[in-house]
C-alpha cells in the first residue's frame, strides 16, 4: 500500500486512466514534497514551517490566476485550472504538515481524527474530482476510506513513528488500557499491548467497512481500483492480527500471496448484496 513517503496515494496505479496521471502525478509531487519539508533531512522546525508558508504563499498565487514562482505548482495550477479542482483540499494537507512539525501527541481520538481529515481525506476528495464522480455520500465514504488507511498506517508503524519521537496511539487509550510509552520504547508485547491494538485495529476495520459501499457505485477503473485499496488496508489489519499484534519486530506489510487474495475479495465485494 505505500508509496515511497506519501501512503495511501494511488499514484502510478495500473488502474488509473492515462489521461488522468499527469494530474495525478501532479498532486503527488506536491503532497511529498510538502510531506519531506515537515519530516526529512535536519531542518529547525521554524525552518520548516516558512518553508510550508511559502507552499501557501504559492497556492494563493494559483487562487489570484498569477504564476506561481515553483515548477511544482506551476505543473499544480495547470492540472488545478484543467480540471477544475477545488483548493480547500491542498490547503487542508498544508495545514496537517504543519501540525507534523509541532504536534507529536494526541490526546483524544477525535483529535487524531481532525488530523486524519486533513492529512488522509483530501486525497479521496481530489481523486474523486478527478474521476467527477462528486457526491455528498461519495465524498463521506472517501473519507472513511482515507482515514481508515490513515489509522491503519499509523498502528502498522508504531515502531518507526517511535524513532520519529511521535505516538500517533491517543493518549486517553493509552491510559484506558494501561499501556506506557516506556512500554512502546521497549516493544513490549503483552495483553495490555494487545488489547490496545484490538481497540484500534476494531476502529480502523469499521471506518474502512463504513466506506466499502463507495467502490461498488463507482464504475470502471476508479471501482477496481477503490476495491483494491479497501482491502488492502483490510488485510493489513489481518496480518498486524496474525503476528499477535507485534508491530515492533516486523512491520506487517502485503506480500505476492496477499495480492491473489485481494483480487480474489474485490472480485467478490457486493457479491451477497
Partial sequence: MS?????????????????LRPAVHAIYAFARSADDIADEGDAL????????QSYE?????ITAGAAP???VFRRLAQVIRGHALPLQPFHDLLS????DVVTTRYATFDELLDYCRRSADPVGRLMLHLYEAVDARALEEADAICTALQLINFWQDVAIDWRKERVYLPQEDLARFGVAEDQIAKGIVDDAWRSLMSFELARARTLMQSGAGLPLRL???IGWELRLIVQG?????ER???ADHDVFRRRPVLGTRDWLVLLWRASRMGAGR
Fill in 45 to 52: 522546525p521554524s525552518e520548516r514551517l516558512a518553508a510550508l
Fill in 219 to 221: 464504475p470502471g477503473r
Fill in 57 to 61: 504563499a504559492e497556492l494563493e498565487c
Fill in 69 to 71: 514562482a515553483l515548477p
Fill in 233 to 237: 488496508g483490510l488485510r493489513i489489519i
Fill in 3 to 19: 508509496v515511497e513517503h506519501y501512503e495511501n496515494f494511488p499514484v502510478a496505479s495500473i488502474l488509473l486512466p492515462a489521461r
Fill in 240 to 242: 498486524i492480527e496474525q
Fill in 96 to 99: 496537517a504538515f504543519r501540525q
